[in-house]
């Protein structure tokens, strides 16, 4: 009896030693025997102890590898130092298992070939502005080489480009002359646009003052002419009232007799009598008259 308990105990602990209980984003790779069996994906599973065998554990989640900077050199035979960013992803474990030894490494150094390929085609200017154009480029490449590895290249990206030193000086001094070009571009841009805007500024003045000394000399003269009308409407309408009143002649001899009594009492040494001083007795009797008239 105590024989066929042990036998039991061993078997059931065999049996609960072969449960495996897969986690979310991984993959075992089961070997039996030494050969492929299968391959357990999330959730509860059964490996038969000593027969079975986990050959590798791999993880589902897209994978972020930095590698260490590549020297490459331009078609213009400029030297560089490039790193680049992976993004890759497993996507067949068993490929990933059994296609390439140390896949890692594997990824680095085509990484490196391709780069080296695509940056000789390029010279130092073209590869300082062409990076979308190179991450294309061997996403694509790196994408088509790692499918028989089980592998999914996602994005590839370039870090850093670093040139020698001294083109990276040079390529200072240039940046620094451009920037200083510009701003003397815009600098004089700037004056050119202000010295229109004063001119414009000036001619506009010069207009107004124009316009407003015609408009002045132009009321000036309507007011003279106006004045001019007044005086004349004033004169016909003072003889219009005399020719009413028919005092023409008397006005005009009275008129005689005031500048008489003017020169009289002046300075002059002859006096001249106008021949009809004998009527001015008339033209008394005429004032007189049309006063009582009037009143």
């Known amino acids: 009896m105590e024989f066929g308990l042990i036998i039991i105990m061993i078997i059931l602990v065999v049996l609960v030693l072969g449960i495996k209980i897969i986690p979310q984003s991984k ?66 474990p068993k490929l990933y298992t059994y296609g390439v030894e140390n896949p890692i490494s594997a990824i680095e150094n085509l990484t490196a070939t391709t780069l080296r390929n695509i940056i000789g085609e390029l010279e130092l200017d073209e590869t300082l502005t062409s990076r979308d154009i190179i991450n294309s480029k061997m996403r694509s490449i790196l994408d088509e080489a790692t499918d028989p590895w089980g592998i999914k290249v996602n994005r590839v990206e370039v870090k850093n480009i670093l040139p020698p030193k001294d083109i990276q000086e040079a390529m200072e001094k240039q940046m620094r002359a451009e920037r200083e070009r510009r701003e003397s571009i815009l600098k004089a841009e700037g004056e050119k646009k202000a010295a229109i805007l004063l001119a414009e500024g ?7 003052k124009a316009d407003a000394k015609r408009e002045a000399q132009i009321r000036e003269a309507e007011g003279e002419a106006e004045a001019i009308i007044k005086i004349q409407e004033a004169t016909a309408q003072g003889l219009k009232i005399l020719k009413e009143v028919k005092l023409d002649d008397a006005v005009l001899k009275l008129k005689s007799y005031e500048a008489l009594v003017d020169v009289a009492h002046g300075n002059a040494t002859k006096i001249i009598v106008p021949s009809d001083l004998q009527n001015l007795t008339t033209i008394g009797t005429v004032l007189n008259e049309t006063i009582h008239k009037e009143k």
Do not use: C, W
Not at 36 to 62: C, F, S, W
């Open 27 to 92: 993959a075992y790779v089961v070997e039996r025997l030494g050969s492929y069996d299968r391959t357990m994906q999330t959730g509860p599973h059964y490996k038969v102890p000593i027969i079975d065998r986990i050959a590798n554990v791999v993880t589902l989640k897209e994978i972020v590898k930095d590698f260490d900077p590549q020297p490459v050199i331009t078609k213009d035979n400029v030297t560089m130092q490039i790193d680049t960013v992976v993004y890759y992803q497993i996507t067949d």
């Open 202 to 208: 000036e001619k506009e003045s010069m207009i107004l």
